[in-house]
């Protein structure tokens, strides 16, 4: 089995920053795509950062300049820095990981619990 523990979240101001963490173990033979994505009250859920195995990103337009996504491959860890935060950022943020598992070498999609980030004065 593959576990995913997210970090970091919690009340900022508006403007303020926030680093969130997604640390992944076990059965793990390779971790391709990892991506965060969040939902807000009465929304669906939306892609807010991609970073495929090659380092190669992808942002969500309402994001772009302000938050930056990474990995820390040794570790498993995925990271997010999102700085500049704005009310419309209050939401449950997911990370998904997509992982060829070492017991049977077939790719599959895993999520994180998910933790709130909340933008308020």
């Known amino acids: 089995q593959v576990q995913l523990v997210e970090s970091g979240g919690g009340l900022v101001q508006p403007g303020g920053s926030l680093r969130l963490s997604c640390a992944a173990s076990?059965?793990?033979?390779?971790?391709?795509?990892m991506g965060w994505y969040r939902q807000a009250p009465g929304k669906q859920r939306e892609l807010v950062a991609l970073i495929t195995s090659s380092g190669t990103t992808n942002y969500a337009d309402s994001v772009k300049g302000r938050f930056t996504i990474s990995r820390e491959y040794a570790k498993n860890t995925l990271y997010l820095q999102m700085n500049s935060l704005k009310h419309e950022d209050t939401a449950v943020y997911y990370c998904?990981?997509?992982?060829?598992?070492?017991?049977?070498?077939?790719?599959?999609?895993?999520w994180g619990q998910g933790t709130q980030v909340t933008v308020s004065s």
């Open positions: 998904k990981n997509t992982v060829v598992v070492s017991t049977t070498r077939f790719e599959r999609d895993y």
């Open positions: 076990g059965t793990i033979f390779k971790i391709n795509a």
